[in-house]
Protein backbone atom coordinates (compact mmCIF):
# COMPACT_ATOMS: atom_id res chain seq x y z
CA UNK A 1 0.00 0.00 0.00
CA UNK A 2 1.20 3.53 -0.59
CA UNK A 3 1.51 5.52 2.26
CA UNK A 4 -0.67 8.25 1.18
CA UNK A 5 -4.18 7.55 -0.62
CA UNK A 6 -4.36 10.97 -1.53
CA UNK A 7 -2.25 13.64 -2.60
CA UNK A 8 -2.83 17.22 -3.53
CA UNK A 9 -0.40 19.33 -5.28
CA UNK A 10 -1.23 23.22 -6.23
CA UNK A 11 -5.10 23.00 -6.17
CA UNK A 12 -6.17 26.13 -7.21
CA UNK A 13 -9.84 26.55 -7.06
CA UNK A 14 -12.53 29.33 -7.66
CA UNK A 15 -16.00 29.95 -7.42
CA UNK A 16 -18.04 32.34 -10.54
CA UNK A 17 -14.48 33.22 -11.39
CA UNK A 18 -13.08 34.52 -8.04
CA UNK A 19 -10.24 32.73 -6.00
CA UNK A 20 -10.60 30.75 -3.07
CA UNK A 21 -7.59 28.59 -2.39
CA UNK A 22 -4.04 29.01 -3.86
CA UNK A 23 -1.85 26.45 -4.63
CA UNK A 24 -2.98 24.38 -1.49
CA UNK A 25 -0.58 21.08 -1.56
CA UNK A 26 -0.90 18.55 1.20
CA UNK A 27 -0.96 14.76 1.38
CA UNK A 28 -3.79 12.28 3.25
CA UNK A 29 -2.17 8.87 4.74
CA UNK A 30 -3.51 5.31 3.84
CA UNK A 31 -5.01 5.55 6.93
CA UNK A 32 -6.38 7.13 9.99
CA UNK A 33 -8.00 10.42 9.91
CA UNK A 34 -5.88 13.85 9.01
CA UNK A 35 -7.79 16.83 9.99
CA UNK A 36 -8.07 20.25 7.65
CA UNK A 37 -8.02 23.28 10.00
CA UNK A 38 -7.87 26.66 9.80
CA UNK A 39 -9.83 29.96 10.69
CA UNK A 40 -13.62 30.27 9.19
CA UNK A 41 -13.11 31.48 5.45
CA UNK A 42 -9.73 30.44 4.91
CA UNK A 43 -10.64 27.96 2.05
CA UNK A 44 -11.54 24.43 3.78
CA UNK A 45 -14.44 23.57 2.40
CA UNK A 46 -13.68 24.67 -1.25
CA UNK A 47 -10.52 22.88 -0.87
CA UNK A 48 -12.95 19.82 -0.09
CA UNK A 49 -15.29 20.61 -3.04
CA UNK A 50 -12.42 21.64 -5.54
CA UNK A 51 -10.80 17.86 -4.83
CA UNK A 52 -14.35 16.67 -5.58
CA UNK A 53 -14.76 18.86 -8.74
CA UNK A 54 -17.57 20.33 -7.86
CA UNK A 55 -15.87 24.08 -8.20
CA UNK A 56 -13.89 24.52 -10.85
CA UNK A 57 -10.07 24.02 -10.27
CA UNK A 58 -6.31 23.20 -11.58
CA UNK A 59 -3.77 21.49 -10.10
CA UNK A 60 -2.99 17.37 -9.63
CA UNK A 61 -5.44 15.07 -7.44
CA UNK A 62 -3.90 11.88 -7.05
CA UNK A 63 -5.94 8.88 -5.69
CA UNK A 64 -3.36 6.63 -4.87
CA UNK A 65 -1.18 7.56 -7.90
CA UNK A 66 -4.05 7.91 -10.01
CA UNK A 67 -4.82 11.38 -11.40
CA UNK A 68 -8.43 12.17 -10.53
CA UNK A 69 -8.30 16.12 -11.11
CA UNK A 70 -9.63 16.58 -14.16
CA UNK A 71 -12.14 13.88 -13.76
CA UNK A 72 -16.28 14.87 -13.15
CA UNK A 73 -17.56 14.42 -9.63
CA UNK A 74 -19.19 11.25 -10.34
CA UNK A 75 -16.55 9.81 -11.59
CA UNK A 76 -14.45 10.53 -8.84
CA UNK A 77 -16.91 9.11 -6.45
CA UNK A 78 -17.05 5.90 -8.81
CA UNK A 79 -13.24 5.46 -7.98
CA UNK A 80 -14.00 5.14 -4.23
CA UNK A 81 -14.21 8.51 -2.31
CA UNK A 82 -16.74 9.19 -0.36
CA UNK A 83 -18.37 12.69 0.85
CA UNK A 84 -20.31 13.93 3.77
CA UNK A 85 -21.13 17.60 2.77
CA UNK A 86 -21.03 20.28 5.22
CA UNK A 87 -24.75 20.94 5.27
CA UNK A 88 -26.08 17.42 5.28
CA UNK A 89 -28.19 17.66 1.91
CA UNK A 90 -30.55 14.52 2.64
CA UNK A 91 -33.38 14.87 0.55
CA UNK A 92 -35.68 16.30 2.61
CA UNK A 93 -39.49 14.37 1.18
CA UNK A 94 -37.81 11.14 1.07
CA UNK A 95 -37.97 8.76 3.68
CA UNK A 96 -34.68 7.30 5.45
CA UNK A 97 -34.85 4.41 4.01
CA UNK A 98 -34.99 5.78 0.82
CA UNK A 99 -32.07 8.31 0.96
CA UNK A 100 -29.97 5.04 2.22
CA UNK A 101 -30.80 2.69 -0.84
CA UNK A 102 -29.89 6.03 -3.38
CA UNK A 103 -26.71 6.27 -1.95
CA UNK A 104 -26.10 2.53 -2.72
CA UNK A 105 -23.28 2.11 -5.14
CA UNK A 106 -21.95 -1.72 -4.07
CA UNK A 107 -23.91 -4.97 -5.07
CA UNK A 108 -23.18 -5.36 -1.23
CA UNK A 109 -23.91 -2.33 0.48
CA UNK A 110 -23.11 -2.18 4.27
CA UNK A 111 -26.18 -2.40 5.62
CA UNK A 112 -25.10 -3.73 8.63
CA UNK A 113 -22.43 -1.42 9.68
CA UNK A 114 -24.77 1.33 8.94
CA UNK A 115 -27.79 -0.37 11.47
CA UNK A 116 -25.22 -1.13 14.35
CA UNK A 117 -23.73 2.19 14.21
CA UNK A 118 -27.72 4.53 13.71
CA UNK A 119 -29.81 2.26 15.06
CA UNK A 120 -31.97 5.10 15.39
CA UNK A 121 -32.08 5.43 11.26
CA UNK A 122 -33.73 1.36 11.51
CA UNK A 123 -36.08 2.46 13.56
CA UNK A 124 -37.10 6.02 11.59
CA UNK A 125 -36.71 4.31 8.40
CA UNK A 126 -40.12 4.83 6.71
CA UNK A 127 -39.80 8.79 8.57
CA UNK A 128 -39.47 11.71 5.61
CA UNK A 129 -35.64 12.87 6.23
CA UNK A 130 -36.67 16.71 6.41
CA UNK A 131 -38.66 15.95 9.45
CA UNK A 132 -35.55 14.62 11.30
CA UNK A 133 -33.61 16.80 13.73
CA UNK A 134 -30.45 18.29 12.62
CA UNK A 135 -28.23 15.33 14.23
CA UNK A 136 -30.53 12.95 12.87
CA UNK A 137 -30.26 13.89 8.93
CA UNK A 138 -25.98 13.81 10.23
CA UNK A 139 -26.30 10.15 10.78
CA UNK A 140 -28.57 9.74 7.52
CA UNK A 141 -25.48 11.78 5.61
CA UNK A 142 -22.86 9.79 7.32
CA UNK A 143 -24.66 6.45 6.82
CA UNK A 144 -25.23 7.13 2.93
CA UNK A 145 -20.84 7.44 2.69
CA UNK A 146 -20.54 4.67 4.80
CA UNK A 147 -22.81 1.83 3.04
CA UNK A 148 -20.41 1.89 0.05
CA UNK A 149 -16.87 0.46 0.51
CA UNK A 150 -14.55 3.68 -0.35
CA UNK A 151 -10.94 4.26 -0.59
CA UNK A 152 -11.34 7.72 1.17
CA UNK A 153 -13.78 9.96 2.93
CA UNK A 154 -14.16 13.32 2.81
CA UNK A 155 -16.35 14.44 5.72
CA UNK A 156 -16.91 18.28 6.37
CA UNK A 157 -18.08 19.49 9.60
CA UNK A 158 -20.10 16.84 10.68
CA UNK A 159 -20.66 18.20 14.29
CA UNK A 160 -21.71 21.72 12.94
CA UNK A 161 -24.56 22.97 15.27
CA UNK A 162 -25.27 19.79 16.96
CA UNK A 163 -26.23 19.01 20.42
CA UNK A 164 -23.25 17.98 22.85
CA UNK A 165 -24.86 14.43 23.09
CA UNK A 166 -25.36 14.05 19.36
CA UNK A 167 -21.42 15.41 18.64
CA UNK A 168 -20.72 12.70 20.84
CA UNK A 169 -22.85 10.03 19.13
CA UNK A 170 -21.41 11.50 15.67
CA UNK A 171 -17.66 11.54 16.98
CA UNK A 172 -18.14 7.61 17.78
CA UNK A 173 -19.76 7.04 14.53
CA UNK A 174 -16.73 8.56 12.53
CA UNK A 175 -13.98 7.13 14.99
CA UNK A 176 -15.50 3.52 13.80
CA UNK A 177 -15.71 4.85 10.06
CA UNK A 178 -11.69 5.94 10.54
CA UNK A 179 -10.99 1.92 11.22
CA UNK A 180 -12.21 1.02 8.34
CA UNK A 181 -11.28 3.87 5.49
CA UNK A 182 -8.90 7.12 5.64
CA UNK A 183 -10.55 10.36 5.97
CA UNK A 184 -9.80 13.66 5.49
CA UNK A 185 -12.42 15.87 8.42
CA UNK A 186 -12.90 19.41 8.38
CA UNK A 187 -14.12 20.17 11.98
CA UNK A 188 -13.99 23.14 13.97
CA UNK A 189 -14.69 21.54 17.22
CA UNK A 190 -10.92 20.77 18.48
CA UNK A 191 -11.93 18.42 21.11
CA UNK A 192 -13.68 16.07 18.40
CA UNK A 193 -10.23 16.72 16.25
CA UNK A 194 -7.98 16.13 19.17
CA UNK A 195 -10.30 12.71 19.69
CA UNK A 196 -9.90 11.23 16.28
CA UNK A 197 -7.08 12.99 14.37
CA UNK A 198 -3.33 12.00 14.30
CA UNK A 199 -2.24 14.65 11.24
CA UNK A 200 -2.65 18.03 10.69
CA UNK A 201 -3.09 20.40 7.79
CA UNK A 202 -3.58 24.01 8.44
CA UNK A 203 -4.51 26.60 5.75
CA UNK A 204 -4.87 30.73 5.98
CA UNK A 205 -5.53 32.57 3.22
CA UNK A 206 -6.05 29.91 0.75
CA UNK A 207 -3.09 28.64 1.24
CA UNK A 208 -1.29 25.96 3.31
CA UNK A 209 0.75 27.13 6.41
CA UNK A 210 1.02 24.05 9.00
CA UNK A 211 1.40 20.29 7.92
CA UNK A 212 2.11 17.79 10.96
CA UNK A 213 1.47 15.73 13.94
CA UNK A 214 -1.90 17.10 15.17
CA UNK A 215 -1.28 16.18 18.83
CA UNK A 216 1.84 18.71 18.41
CA UNK A 217 -0.06 21.39 17.01
CA UNK A 218 -3.30 21.44 19.80
CA UNK A 219 -0.53 21.45 22.33
CA UNK A 220 1.14 24.53 21.13
CA UNK A 221 -0.87 27.45 23.05
CA UNK A 222 1.25 29.89 20.38
CA UNK A 223 0.01 27.77 17.05
CA UNK A 224 -2.98 27.05 17.80
CA UNK A 225 -3.70 31.03 18.84
CA UNK A 226 -1.80 32.13 15.42
CA UNK A 227 -3.84 30.08 12.83
CA UNK A 228 -6.74 28.72 14.91
CA UNK A 229 -7.80 31.85 16.78
CA UNK A 230 -8.20 29.16 20.04
CA UNK A 231 -6.44 27.73 22.33
CA UNK A 232 -6.33 23.69 21.36
CA UNK A 233 -7.54 22.45 24.54
CA UNK A 234 -10.79 23.68 24.53
CA UNK A 235 -13.50 25.57 22.18
CA UNK A 236 -13.77 26.09 18.45
CA UNK A 237 -11.43 27.78 15.34
CA UNK A 238 -12.73 31.04 14.94
Known amino acids: ?9 NLTASIGGQ ?3 ENVTFAVPSTGVTALLGRNGVGKTSSIRGILGLISRTGSVLLD ?3 I ?3 PTHRIVQRGVGYVPEDREVFAKLTVAENLRLAERDSEPRRELVADLFPDLVARAGQQAGTLSGGQQQMVSLARALLN ?10 TKGLAPKIVGEVTQALATAAEIVPMLLVEQNLQVVRRLATNAIVLAG ?3 VYTGDCAALLDDPDLTRRYLGVSG ?3 EAA
Open 206 to 208: GRV
Open 65 to 67: GDE
Open 233 to 235: ETG
Open 149 to 158: TNRLLLVDEP
Open 69 to 71: GTL
Open 19 to 21: QVT
Open 1 to 9: MRGNILEVS
